[in-house]
Each structure stands twice: as C-alpha cells, then as structure tokens.
C-alpha cells in the first residue's frame, strides 16, 4: 500500500464523531462566544422578571447572526439551515429565552419568508429583519385551537377591494408582544376546511391589530409570548404570501423545518446542564470528598453525557437531511417522519438530562434561582411546542404504516 493511499483523518474525534467540518465548528465556537460574552448575562434578569432587552436583537443582527439563510443581497449571510442550527444550538446554552425568540425570528418567519414570500415582499421585510431592526414571529396556533391548528382554525380573512379583513385571534405566540411583523394564518374559504386557508405578513401598526394579553409563563421567562387579536383588521392584498387558499403548503412545510430546528435548542440546553452537573459534582463536598467520587453520581454523569453525544448525532444528521431538500418537498414523506422523530428524541433526551442534573444538584437545583432550576423549567415546552411528543408519534407511526 502506497504512502499516498490511505487518508487519516487528523481533526480531534469528538469532530469526526459529529460530523462537523472545520468550518461549521468554527460558527459553532463563534456563535458560542458572543452567546457568552452578550446573551448570558442577561438571562438572570429575564427569567426573574420575565424582561426583554429591547436592544438585544439589533445586537445580534449587527453581528451576523440574523438572516444565516437570507442572501447576502438581502443582508443575510448566505449559508444554509445547517448552520442556521448550529448557532442555535450555541444561544441555546446560554440563554435559552433569547433562543428561542431567536428561532420563531429566524426559522419561523424569516425562513418562511425565504421560502414563500413574492420578491417584492422579500425586499420589503427581509433586511430589517436581518439587521434585527424588525422583530418577527408566526402567528397559527388559536385559543380553540392547538395541536389540530389547521383544521379548527376560526380567524378568517376576507377580500375588501385592495385589502383583506381579518377578524380572530391567536395564542401562545412567540414574539407577539414585541413583534413588527407576523406571518399570520387564517381561513379564507370556510367551506374547503384546511384548504382553505392563506398566509399574511401583517405589520404591527395594521388597524386592527393588537395584543390582548403577555403571557406569564413557567419557562423560558423573558421570550415574550403572548395573546394577538384582530379586529377587522386591514391587511394589503399585496401582503398575501403565496396564493389564496394556498397556506397549508406553507404551514405544513414549514412545520417540518420548525422540528427540525427545535432539536438543536434541546441540545444546547442539555449540553449546558451536562457542563453544570460535572462543575457541580466536582466542587461540592459531602463526607468529606467530592460528590463526583461516588459511583452514584458518576452513574448520572456518564448517562447524561451519552443521551447528549446520540442527541447530538441524531440532531446533525436530521438537519443535513432537511438541507438536501428542494422547496415543497417538507410536510410529507420521509422527512416529515425524520423530524417528527428528531425533535421527539432530543425533547425526550433533554428531559432524561436535566432530570439527573437536577437530582446531581440536589437541594440547590429546586431552588428557583439557580441556573439548573431555570433549565429544568425548559422540560414541558419542547415536548408540547412543534407539535406535541402525542402528535410526533402520530407522525411517524402514520408514515410508517401508509400503505
């Protein structure tokens, strides 16, 4: 065998292991320092009373991390959802809130917006919301309304002339209370049921729009959420995405890329929890030795460290799989299983993390204060948003088992 003829690969095996070139790890290692050095000490504040830093998202936007999918014509930087994920993944560490209006931001309404807008529409909204200067958010889930969004939908939309009234409200909206602009939903033809339903950007300042309420929440305190409501409220012709009666193709591919998405912020809050727990069990002493010398603990560790690495692989690879795929082909099929699956894996395995990290803690992680307590109290939203762990299993069980 000549010299030349077998390729080793030199990078360090946890990046073998994951998949990453040096290029993405590069994002994810810069993602990581400024999510330290500028959203880290804000998440105190925001999990104590549920704040939101107005400037925060001009921040982040000034510094590359809005629009990763978006252009470099329309301000973003060009690269693809991977990557999109990765710096979701490294926000998610240190502060899980601002994730999380970083993702219903990014992926909800700017990438839908990418994926469906007119050219005109994209000219008009994409650059603020890439520069952070516009925050953004998607409005489809209803107060009689949740995991059957589409086909108990009760906002309508009517064509007045030049304009569409639309007359309803949605609930649990990440974003809401703060958002300038909303890819709304809502039925245009009653008759035809989920068919009949279209895609809006409505604008903050439309009559007709409000917010009802802010939501209190039990986690991720600080991510707005709220109550929406309109009121007849007027929306231009010219801001219907896609056809009339065309929005089902939109929310249901949409969804799948939300999914896929959702995996990566369990990741970095269960890698977060991981790094706190091995901290922990090092420096607290019980009986006169550190809690990391006992087998118990060590047991927890080692569990923790090897449901993060599978949750790690499985997030990579469903998102290079989502990557691979042309404009329509989400909401069905193959991918439509996968990311059902990934996002239902990582929840669950975030879950099983956090709770041998609370345990690892002890008395201090019931404390509602620590950071252990403000990642625990993530656990229910990712088994209940993107769709329920219930709806997930309804997913792949139905792909699977379509003849």
Known sequence: MSEGSLHIDRRPVSQVFAGLL?????VLAQADRFARAELYPLAQRMDDEEW??????ARIGANGYFGITAPEALGGTGLDLFTSGLVLQAFARWNHALALAWVAHENLCLHNILRNASDEQKARFVPGLTSGNLVGALGLTEPGAGSDALG?????ARRE?????????????????????????????????????????????MPGF???????????RGSQTGELVFNECRVPAA???????????????GLDLERAMIAPLCLGIAERALDLSIEYART??????????FQMIQDKIASMYVQVEAMRVFTYQTLRAVNA????????????????????????????????ALQVHGGTGYIWESEINRLYRTIKLLEIGAGTTEVRKIIISGELLRG
């Open 152 to 156: 108990s939908m009760r906002t309508t």
């Open 210 to 220: 409000g917010v009802a309420q802010k939501l209190m929440k039990m986690g991720f």
């Open 161 to 205: 002339g030049d304009h569409y009234v639309l007359d309803g409200s949605k609930i649990f909206i990440t974003n809401g209370p703060v958002a300038d602009v909303l890819l709304v939903y809502a039925k245009t033809d009653r008759e035809r049921g989920s068919q009949g339903i279209s895609a809006f950007l409505v604008e903050k300042d």
């Open 22 to 26: 040096d290029d993405e790890l590069e």
């Open 284 to 293: 607290r002493q019980q009986f006169g030795k550190p809690i990391a010398s």
């Open 52 to 57: 939101w830093p107005a400037d925060v998202f």
């Open 239 to 253: 801001n219907l995405v896609g056809e009339e009666n065309g929005g089902v193709k939109v929310v249901m591919s």
């Open 325 to 356: 795929l042309e404009g329509g082909e989400a909401g069905r099929g193959e991918i439509h299983k996968l990311t059902a699956a990934s996002v239902m894996f990582a929840a669950n395995g975030m879950h099983a993390v956090l709770d041998e």
